[in-house]
Nanobody, 133 residues
Framework: AVRVKESGGGSVQAGGSLRLSCVVSEYTYTDNLNCLGWFRQAPGKEHEGVASIFTPDGSTAYGDSVKGRFTISQDKEKNTVYLQMNTLKTEDTAMYYC????????????????????????WGQGTPVTVLS
């Protein structure tokens, strides 16, 4: 089964940047892994979709709160997806999770609907991001 592992979280001042990485294992892009992306969960809140990427053509989608500040990208040779986060705000503080949707049915707008972990084929352990004021 596909597995994902995040890294790159940390503490940063408001206005700063971080880049998260998500490495895919037990699966490769050539196995038709169609969608990868990020969720986040702030303390006391439900998790929300942040960004997704449809791996066959690289098309991306973003949550309204991060549009224009975050960029999701992929490196197929490294089986890695990145989340570049710029102009960070204190409200971006959360645990960030990488997730995989093998068939890609949730990619795009579906990523931002209320979803449970059971809707995804893989869900990582998370990497914490803290934005300081």
């Amino acid at each position: 089964a596909v597995r994902v592992k995040e890294s790159g979280g940390g503490s940063v001042q408001a206005g700063g940047s971080l880049r998260l990485s998500c490495v895919v294992s037990e699966y490769t892009y050539t196995d038709n892994l169609n969608c990868l992306g990020w969720f986040r969960q702030a303390p006391g809140k439900e998790h929300e979709g942040v960004a997704s990427i449809f791996t066959p053509d690289g098309s991306t989608a973003y949550g309204d709160s991060v549009k224009g500040r975050f960029t999701i990208s992929q490196d197929k040779e490294k089986n890695t997806v990145y989340l570049q986060m710029n102009t960070l705000k204190t409200e971006d503080t959360a645990m960030y999770y990488c997730a995989a949707d093998v068939r890609g049915r949730l990619c795009g707008r579906g990523w931002f609907r209320p979803l449970g972990r059971h809707n995804l084929d893989a869900w990582g352990q998370g990497t914490p991001v803290t934005v300081l004021s």
